[in-house]
């Protein structure tokens, strides 16, 4: 058997036939020889042997020619050859090197090489006699040893009956029309294999079971044959009509192809609910088609690139391995947006299952059933995507968030921004990495199923969507027409690489449709990140009035805030800004000094001027910053680039902390004081700075402050007007999405004349604690009522006198115990004597 596989690949050359019926010639495998015993046992089917002929009757020959010359080169050796010259003769001579291209392993052979002393003409053979098929199927069929091979001279159009260890390899289908494979060239716009199989398939027109994009563009083929433009404009109807008939020779084929049985597949896909089998998924997985994915609790839509898996193994004895679909989608890398992969799994199952029940199926069956409801839902969504690319966006975020922990949030302030790349500030999963695509090896693995040929290792550097391709038609007329006119295409979703926001206007449905569903935000109340559902943002509920309701003395203090704050955050009053400094950057921020005693309305200054100008609220603590001076620069130059970015106000609450006067015996106090003074001089914004310890402040920080505004402990009448805030908040809470709850018209009074709580002379944080605690309590109440099974009108929560009593008597006599710790010393006195403020200090009649 094996020197007639030899001798084959020889043809007419006898001399070379009758060597090898002589033995003489050896084999090599790679760097390996190989026995002609040990054939059996070491070669098999798809691989690369050299065969060398023994050329030792040649080498005979040419030693007596040299020997019988030898004396003679040896006299001319002892000659003068100074004068020696090379003999040419007047002709031109032709020389042919032949090779052969193997069809397994795609290795071009050298065959012979022919000399004339004519020029050859060299003509390529167009239509001949010979028929040919318009598709050819071949399957490969490997003898489990050389006695096997007798079994097929008793094959026969009824069948061939082969032993345990024969093996028969995946087979393929052949495409010898010209016709035939430029109308696949035509409707195939990603294939299913590499894109560098891509010669293999649309070239030489071998396709390897279970023909993928065969049967994948089935109906673009039919579709094909009724085009009136395009490509078939350029043809002749003579070849139309020929192509036609290839078409329908092809179609037929596959749909009797009894491994397949597409017939039962499409009637499945048909049925009210639709399914499929385990065996025929691969048929729902167009390469470059859209799909639907079950993750993060919904549907998200990606583009099919290439499925691995499926029915595993070799032709005719079939395994089932879980599928392993590669999809894309867009994301947003903090520059650009482009596509990045992720692989599906499908689990092999038994039976039918209904198409829109597993993890992955084409957007086509549930568009159906919703009516395209979800289609446009995520269209809608990736528009707010693209709207939040183009910078960081203050935003209001309700929902569930993907880091660790999944904490869940109602009405949280954001910044939706990817430009820091805040997949690498914070520890978050390798998943949400978006600098990298993911699961880049997976990407061209090939088939599992396809045993042999073995295809050719990857490129190093092949990106998503390697598989498009651009689809046209290469006959000789396209090829004239598309070099006359200068027509060139691009490969399918090429526009999908990589989108600028920056210098792009918009983006289609279609690229909306594959947006990702999360991004990331910067939680403002957690000053932390965390990946936030696209669905639940919207744009901030902003109160922006809440300033007017500030109790502030003098009232004109909150027109001097409101005006300096519209000339640092209005674009159009920064533009009139004045730069004094000659330094250019230096000193050209807005550094507030909120000091007074506790609770009187310090921070809430703040957070209104933030509502006010519309700008997100950056409130930081020394636990954002640190202690020591290394981390606390880094800490502290990222807050500000942060806010310089997100256009944030940056407020620091307990300022003192950092802001202490030095000691020339702390380095590590003066060193953090230092990093502080140099940060505030080139920061850009506008900064408040609160605290209730302003007598410790360092003299070199007073010199910074542009505003100072003290506030003094709060009177009667202040506090009269903090409690008519709070009751119509109250009464108003149901207008604004909440719940509704009512308060007793005693429980009003009972606040503004009681003398008991006048004497507790709370300040405005203590207020809004008690106020907050006797709703609760009213809440409780009313809960109880309905548990009970009261009437709906008793089951409404109302605040009452009862409930503020009740924390009034508790509030009491905490005061009365931290009075004693300070010696029988108020509060305004005790600050006096540690030096932190005066607050008898009386700053306006």
Same mark, same amino acid.
């Given at each position: 058997?094996?020197?007639?596989?030899?001798?084959?690949?020889?043809?007419?050359?006898?001399?070379?036939?009758?060597?090898?019926?002589?033995?003489?010639?050896?084999?090599?495998?790679?760097?390996?020889?190989?026995?002609?015993?040990?054939?059996?046992?070491?070669?098999?089917?798809?691989?690369?042997?050299?065969?060398?002929?023994?050329? /030792?009757?040649?080498?005979?020959?040419?030693?007596? &020619?040299?020997?019988?010359?030898? !004396?003679?080169?040896? @006299?001319?050796? *002892? =000659?003068?050859?100074?004068?020696?010259?090379?003999?040419?003769?007047?002709?031109?001579?032709?020389?042919?090197?032949?090779?052969?291209?193997?069809?397994?392993?795609?290795?071009?052979?050298?065959?012979?090489?022919?000399?004339?002393?004519?020029?050859?003409?060299?003509?390529?053979?167009?239509?001949?006699?010979?028929?040919?098929?318009?598709?050819?199927?071949?399957?490969?069929?490997?003898?489990?040893?050389?006695?096997?091979?007798?079994?097929?001279?008793?094959?026969?159009?009824?069948?061939?009956?082969?032993?345990?260890?024969?093996?028969?390899?995946?087979?393929?289908?052949?495409?010898?029309?010209?016709?035939?494979?430029?109308?696949?060239?035509?409707?195939?716009?990603?294939?299913?294999?590499?894109?560098?199989?891509?010669?293999?398939?649309?070239? /030489?027109?071998?396709?390897?079971?279970?023909?993928? &994009?065969?049967?994948?563009?089935? !109906?673009?083929?039919? @579709?094909?044959? *009724? =085009?009136?433009?395009?490509?078939?404009?350029?043809?002749?109807?003579?070849?139309?009509?020929?192509?036609?008939?290839?078409?329908?020779?092809?179609?037929?084929?596959?749909?009797?192809?009894?491994?397949?049985?597409?017939?039962?597949?499409?009637?499945?896909?048909?049925?009210?609910?639709?399914?499929?089998?385990?065996?025929?998924?691969?048929?729902?997985?167009?390469?470059?088609?859209?799909?639907?994915?079950?993750?993060?609790?919904?549907?998200?839509?990606?583009?099919?690139?290439?499925?691995?898996?499926?029915?595993?193994?070799?032709?005719?004895?079939?395994?089932?391995?879980?599928?392993?679909?590669?999809?894309?989608?867009?994301?947003?890398?903090?520059?650009?947006?482009?596509?990045?992969?992720?692989?599906?799994?499908?689990?092999?199952?038994?039976?039918?299952?209904?198409?829109?029940?597993?993890?992955?199926?084409?957007?086509?069956?549930?568009?159906?059933?919703?009516?395209?409801?979800?289609?446009?839902?995520?269209?809608?969504?990736?528009?707010?995507?693209?709207?939040?690319?183009?910078?960081?966006?203050?935003?209001?975020?309700?929902?569930?968030?993907?880091?660790?922990?999944?904490?869940?949030?109602?009405?949280?302030?954001?910044?939706?921004?990817?430009?820091?790349?805040?997949?690498?500030?914070?520890?978050?999963?390798?998943?949400?990495?978006?600098?990298?695509?993911?699961?880049?090896?997976?990407?061209?693995?090939?088939?599992?199923?396809?045993?042999?040929?073995?295809?050719?290792?990857?490129?190093?550097?092949?990106?998503?969507?390697?598989?498009?391709?651009?689809?046209?038609?290469?006959?000789?007329?396209?090829?004239?027409?598309?070099?006359?006119?200068?027509?060139?295409?691009?490969?399918?979703?090429?526009?999908?690489?990589?989108?600028?926001?920056?210098?792009?206007?918009?983006?289609?449905?279609?690229?909306?449709?594959?947006?990702?569903?999360?991004?990331?935000?910067?939680?403002?109340?957690?000053?932390?990140?965390?990946?936030?559902?696209?669905?639940?943002?919207?744009?901030?509920?902003?109160?922006?009035?809440?300033?007017?309701?500030?109790?502030?003395?003098?009232?004109?203090?909150?027109?001097?805030?409101?005006?300096?704050?519209?000339?640092?955050?209005?674009?159009?009053?920064?533009?009139?800004?004045?730069?004094?400094?000659?330094?250019?950057?230096?000193?050209?921020?807005?550094?507030?000094?909120?000091?007074?005693?506790?609770?009187?309305?310090?921070?809430?200054?703040?957070?209104?001027?933030?509502?006010?100008?519309?700008?997100?609220?950056?409130?930081?603590?020394?636990?954002?910053?640190?202690?020591?001076?290394?981390?606390?620069?880094?800490?502290?130059?990222?807050?500000?680039?942060?806010?310089?970015?997100?256009?944030?106000?940056?407020?620091?609450?307990?300022?003192?902390?950092?802001?202490?006067?030095?000691?020339?015996?702390?380095?590590?106090?003066?060193?953090?004081?230092?990093?502080?003074?140099?940060?505030?001089?080139?920061?850009?914004?506008?900064?408040?700075?609160?605290?209730?310890?302003?007598?410790?402040?360092?003299?070199?920080?007073?010199?910074?402050?542009?505003?100072?505004?003290?506030?003094?402990?709060?009177?009667?009448?202040?506090?009269?007007?903090?409690?008519?805030?709070?009751?119509?908040?109250?009464?108003?809470?149901?207008?604004?999405?909440?719940?509704?709850?009512?308060?007793?018209?005693?429980?009003?009074?009972?606040?503004?004349?009681?003398?008991?709580?006048?004497?507790?002379?709370?300040?405005?944080?203590?207020?809004?604690?008690?106020?907050?605690?006797?709703?609760?309590?009213?809440?409780?109440?009313?809960?109880?009522?309905?548990?009970?099974?009261?009437?709906?009108?008793?089951?409404?929560?109302?605040?009452?006198?009862?409930?503020?009593?009740?924390?009034?008597?508790?509030?009491?006599?905490?005061?009365?115990?931290?009075?004693?710790?300070?010696?029988?010393?108020?509060?305004?006195?005790?600050?006096?004597?540690?030096?932190?403020?005066?607050?008898?200090?009386?700053?306006?009649?």
């Amino acid at each position: 058997m094996m020197k007639n596989i030899i001798k084959g690949t020889y043809r007419d050359d006898e001399e070379a036939k009758q060597k090898v019926e002589q033995g003489k010639f050896t084999m090599r495998r790679g760097n390996v020889n190989i026995l002609p015993e040990h054939w059996e046992s070491i070669v098999s089917a798809w691989q690369y042997v050299v065969i060398k002929l023994d050329d /030792s009757d040649e080498d005979t020959k040419n030693q007596d &020619e040299k020997s019988s010359t030898k !004396e003679d080169s040896k @006299a001319d050796e *002892k =000659e003068d050859t100074s004068n020696a010259v090379t003999v040419y003769e007047e002709k031109v001579k032709y020389k042919f090197d032949f090779f052969v291209v193997n069809e397994y392993s795609n290795l071009v052979i050298f065959l012979d090489n022919q000399t004339f002393d004519k020029a050859v003409r060299i003509e390529r053979s167009g239509s001949s006699d010979d028929t040919v098929p318009i598709i050819e199927e071949i399957l490969h069929i490997t003898f489990g040893s050389a006695k096997n091979q007798a079994r097929r001279e008793k094959m026969s159009t009824h069948g061939l009956t082969l032993a345990p260890d024969d093996r028969v390899n995946p087979k393929r289908l052949h495409i010898r029309s010209d016709h035939l494979l430029n109308a696949l060239r035509v409707v195939i716009k990603y294939l299913s294999s590499v894109k560098f199989e891509e010669a293999e398939v649309l070239t /030489s027109g071998l396709f390897i079971y279970p023909f993928e &994009e065969l049967y994948h563009h089935r !109906e673009e083929l039919l @579709a094909y044959k *009724k =085009e009136t433009s395009g490509a078939r404009a350029n043809h002749t109807p003579e070849y139309n009509a020929e192509c036609d008939r290839h078409i329908d020779v092809l179609i037929d084929y596959l749909d009797h192809e009894p491994t397949v049985q597409l017939q039962f597949v499409k009637e499945r896909w048909s049925r009210k609910v639709p399914t499929t089998t385990f065996a025929s998924f691969w048929l729902l997985m167009k390469p470059g088609s859209d799909v639907y994915v079950q993750e993060h609790g919904q549907l998200n839509a990606y583009v099919v690139d290439h499925v691995n898996g499926g029915m595993d193994g070799v032709y005719l004895s079939m395994t089932a391995v879980k599928y392993r679909v590669q999809v894309w989608q867009l994301i947003f890398d903090g520059t650009a947006i482009r596509r990045r992969s992720k692989t599906v799994e499908v689990p092999v199952f038994d039976g039918e299952r209904e198409i829109v029940s597993l993890p992955i199926f084409p957007t086509s069956f549930h568009d159906k059933l919703d009516g395209g409801a979800r289609r446009r839902q995520l269209i809608e969504r990736g528009t707010k995507f693209f709207q939040y690319t183009q910078g960081p966006s203050f935003l209001e975020y309700t929902g569930t968030g993907l880091r660790t922990g999944r904490k869940k949030y109602h009405h949280a302030r954001v910044v939706v921004e990817h430009q820091s790349l805040p997949w690498k500030v914070e520890d978050f999963s390798s998943a949400w990495d978006l600098s990298v695509a993911e699961d880049v090896g997976d990407l061209y693995k090939s088939r599992s199923r396809f045993v042999p040929p073995p295809p050719p290792p990857p490129p190093d550097s092949i990106m998503v969507g390697g598989r498009a391709r651009a689809p046209r038609c290469e006959c000789s007329r396209c090829n004239a027409i598309d070099g006359r006119e200068g027509t060139s295409m691009s490969a399918t979703y090429s526009d999908y690489d990589y989108i600028d926001p920056k210098l792009t206007a918009s983006i289609t449905d279609h690229q909306a449709l594959l947006c990702m569903s999360h991004m990331f935000g910067f939680v403002l109340k957690d000053r932390k990140y965390d990946i936030l559902d696209l669905s639940g943002l919207s744009e901030p509920r902003l109160a922006e009035s809440a300033i007017d309701e500030l109790v502030m003395r003098p009232e004109k203090n909150k027109e001097t805030i409101k005006a300096i704050a519209r000339t640092y955050t209005e674009s159009d009053g920064q533009a009139d800004l004045l730069t004094i400094d000659f330094i250019r950057g230096k000193g050209e921020g807005q550094i507030f000094l909120l000091h007074g005693p506790p609770g009187t309305g310090k921070t809430l200054t703040a957070e209104s001027v933030a509502e006010y100008t519309k700008r997100p609220l950056l409130s930081i603590t020394a636990a954002d910053l640190g202690h020591e001076p290394i981390e606390l620069e880094s800490n502290l130059l990222r807050i500000f680039k942060n806010a310089t970015a997100w256009d944030a106000i940056v407020l620091l609450d307990e300022a003192d902390i950092y802001l202490e006067r030095r000691a020339s015996n702390d380095l590590r106090r003066n060193s953090i004081v230092s990093i502080f003074l140099r940060a505030l001089d080139y920061f850009q914004g506008i900064l408040f700075f609160t605290t209730n310890r302003v007598g410790q402040f360092d003299e070199a920080f007073l010199s910074r402050i542009h505003v100072a505004i003290g506030y003094d402990p709060l009177d009667d009448y202040a506090r009269e007007q903090i409690w008519d805030t709070f009751f119509k908040k109250l009464s108003n809470n149901h207008k604004t999405g909440g719940s509704r709850i009512d308060y007793e018209y005693d429980a009003k009074q009972y606040v503004r004349r009681s003398e008991d709580v006048k004497k507790l002379q709370w300040n405005g944080r203590e207020i809004r604690n008690v106020f907050q605690t006797a709703v609760a309590l009213a809440i409780a109440e009313a809960k109880t009522a309905k548990e009970k099974g009261r009437p709906p009108a008793e089951c409404i929560p109302q605040l009452s006198e009862a409930h503020l009593r009740q924390v009034v008597e508790m509030s009491t006599a905490f005061k009365t115990y931290i009075k004693a710790t300070h010696e029988g010393i108020d509060d305004a006195d005790y600050a006096y004597r540690l030096g932190n403020r005066y607050d008898r200090y009386v700053r306006y009649n």
